[in-house]
């Protein structure tokens, strides 16, 4: 996973995932058509044409395969919504200086990077795109860094486990299912004292 | 030799470990899935997809809640959408052999109502839900945390889910509440205190006298909100109202197998000398009912406070955020909250719809009368507790007060389900998010306990019960 783009920001603290697809948006029972919901709030107006200055609307964002947000992203409910819109929309990254725990889960588990930076580089990074609007920035999984030209070469963390399964196309439901013999030995252990629902 | 301190909450991680790899993270057993209409028909088409069934159909349980209408059940479910929805939950449950309180069934009620009421969540299990409020079940002495849609999948497959350890923090409340301040008030100040984001990569473990003071359904309050500090988790230890709570329950243990679940539940509590990666401390005493001023739940007071001034504020992006929650609250900086104009007020949700909450808000309005200015709803969590209210005569009060009675259900906790504000209203709630457009597009939420949402209906602006004539 290796790519280059613009980026487009979104500069608030504490998106919540009610604002990245509002709830009415999840009675849906397939994943498809979320990427036109994606901010929906802030991107339409009421009679549902676009707000021109939501940064979304342009063609530069939606060209964009980078999100660039204030700090604690994602925080609200479970919905994986969230994620399956960022990635319709086009993007395969988020970089803030915090995320949710589920968000990060749900993010990762759809090829979508979240990527934590320092305060610094958050401050950084928000100054070079103020002198170069169409700066271009530079993501790779596989050595962990994250570049613009001029700026610092940022190494972030990423999960192990995770970063082996974005880079091998791992599909975790299927590693998960090959510890039959672990889960069958665990029920038998434990079901006989303390699971009482177990039938 | 005797073996490190633990908390409860590596106690109850390290029971469910079936197996740790090498760089993979822990693959931990699930006791117990809870799953609703809204994230999990995608799962299920997966599990289709891979041709593979449901594990633990005796573990798993399904309800509707959230895109459920709170209408009179005779009545069909309007929305196209959302019936849909509700008829591939059912649909699932059936070809997968899984329980289901349906529509129309008499269980039918949120899903971390009808969890606990049924006996279902108990100490020292691990729960899981695709909802972030599955912290509610914590208050057992249960890991319980919310999972997305492809986690969803992989219990159903697996019963286990691959999680990385959390890190502990101890969240003491110690002293005594003060007339008028309840559960909901300790953990709005807890959210207020260290931000929503302040517990992130956490479970909470609460912990102190005003915890143990606390009823089973108080407890439940605090830990439904444990998400909205950012902590996927947080819990109670188990005690005797823990096991009072529990006994006789539908799916309790019974005879023989009660008493051996109660010793090993009294196992489940934080060592002596075991140590937390975080702590805070919170005096009950000091503690005043608390209202939300702004678009989170961490933007939150003392309700005799004035909003805050961004000005104020040292960090650019803070300062930015809170103006911006102002603008769109419709509240000038340095403005006191009590008497502003309301035109909702809803008592319900997953954080206070049981049967404690309602006769705190059926004490508070009976004998008067909600302020013909403003709607009052109130939905009880489960069907379960509407029979229980109304054979108590609440139901009564509050039809009589002017209020709404509702069926079971999500309601306007998340404007899924028809019930929702208007762009511009206002509501006092006692639900747990205050997003931007949680309770319908443009609408804006006050958040506060039944108490405080009961005087405000009477009096039609945001109101301290305590100034109550
Ligand atoms: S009541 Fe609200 S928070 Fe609770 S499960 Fe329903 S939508 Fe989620």
């Known amino acids: ?199 | 030799m005797p073996s490190k301190p633990r908390t409860i909450i590596e106690k109850v991680w390290d029971n469910h470990i079936v197996a740790e790899r090498e760089g993979a993270p822990s693959l931990l057993f699930i006791d117990l899935h809870l799953v609703h209409e809204v994230t999990s028909p995608q799962a299920f088409s997966g599990l289709r997809q891979r041709g593979v069934k449901v594990r633990r159909p005796d573990l798993t349980f399904c309800t509707v809640d959230h895109s459920t209408p709170t209408t009179p059940r005779s009545l069909p479910i309007v929305d196209p959408i959302a019936a849909t929805q509700v008829a591939q939950l059912e649909k699932n449950a059936q070809e997968f052999g899984i329980p289901y309180f349906g529509f129309q069934n008499r269980d039918q009620g949120i899903v971390h109502v009808i969890g606990p009421e049924n006996g279902l969540t108990q100490p020292g299990m691990t729960v899981v839900c695709g909802d972030s409020h599955t912290a509610t079940h914590g208050a057992f002495g249960a890991l319980a945390f919310g999972i997305g849609t492809s986690e969803v999948e992989m219990v159903l497959a697996s019963q286990t889910l691959l999680q990385k350890k959390s890190k502990s923090y101890e969240v003491r409340v110690e002293g005594t509440l003060k007339p008028g301040v309840t559960a909901k008030d300790i953990i709005l100040a807890l959210c207020a205190k260290i931000g929503i984001g302040g517990g992130t990569g956490c479970v909470f473990e609460y912990t102190g006298s005003a915890i143990r003071a606390l009823s089973m359904e108080e407890r439940m309050t605090v830990c439904n909100m444990s998400i909205e500090a950012g902590a996927r988790a947080g819990l109670v230890a188990p005690d005797e109202k823990t096991f009072e709570y529990l006994k006789g329950r539908r799916f309790a243990p019974k005879g023989e197998k009660w008493d051996e679940a109660v010793a090993k539940w009294k196992e489940l509590v934080t060592d002596e000398g075991a140590t937390y990666d975080h702590s805070i401390l919170i005096d009950a005493d000091s503690l005043e009912p608390m209202i939300t001023f702004g678009t989170n739940p961490g933007m939150g007071m003392a309700i005799s406070a004035n909003v805050p001034d961004p000005a104020n504020v040292t960090d650019s992006l803070e300062r930015e955020s809170l103006r911006k929650a102002l603008v769109y609250m419709g509240l000038q900086a340095g403005q006191p909250i009590a008497g502003q104009k309301i035109d909702v007020v809803f008592v319900g949700s997953c954080t206070n719809s049981r049967m404690s909450d309602l006769r705190a808000a059926a004490g508070v309005l009976k004998g008067r009368k909600v302020s013909p200015s403003v709607r009052t709803m109130i939905v009880p969590g489960s069907q379960e507790i509407k029979r229980q209210a109304e054979a108590e005569g609440l139901d009564q009060i509050f039809k009589d007060a002017g209020a709404e009675w509702r069926e079971a259900g999500c309601s306007m906790c998340i404007a899924m389900n028809g019930d929702q504000l208007t762009p511009g209203q206002y509501s006092v709630s006692t639900s747990n998010r205050n997003f931007e457009g949680r309770q319908g597009k443009g609408g804006r939420t006050f958040l506060a306990s039944p108490q405080t949402a009961a005087a405000s209906a009477i009096m039609g602006v945001v109101t301290d019960v305590r100034t109550l004539a």
């Open chain 1, 1 to 199: 996973m290796k790519f280059e783009s613009t980026v487009t920001q979104i500069q608030a603290d504490n998106i919540d995932t009610d604002q990245i697809i509002p709830a009415r948006f999840l009675k849906t029972i397939s994943k498809d058509g979320l990427g036109d919901q994606l901010f929906f709030d802030w991107r339409y107006n009421a009679d549902g044409s676009h707000k021109a200055d939501f940064i979304l609307n342009t063609d530069k964002a939606k060209a964009s395969k980078v999100l660039f947000a204030g700090d604690n992203f994602g925080c609200g409910s479970s919905r994986e919504h969230a994620p399956w819109a960022l990635t319709q929309y086009g993007f395969q990254a988020v970089i803030s200086t915090s995320f949710a725990d589920i968000f990060k889960q749900n993010s990762l588990k759809n090829r979508l990077l979240p990527l934590v930076v320092s305060k610094e580089v958050h401050q950084q990074l928000r100054e070079a795109l103020e002198a170069i609007p169409d700066l271009q920035v530079s993501v790779d999984v596989e050595t962990q860094t994250f570049t613009w030209p001029g700026g610092p070469a940022v190494t972030f963390t990423i999960d192990a486990f995770a970063k082996h399964c974005l880079l091998a196309g791992v599909d975790e439901i299927g590693y998960v299912l090959q510890h039959e013999a672990e889960i069958a030995a665990y029920e038998a252990k434990r079901f006989s004292t303390l699971n009482t629902l177990a039938s």
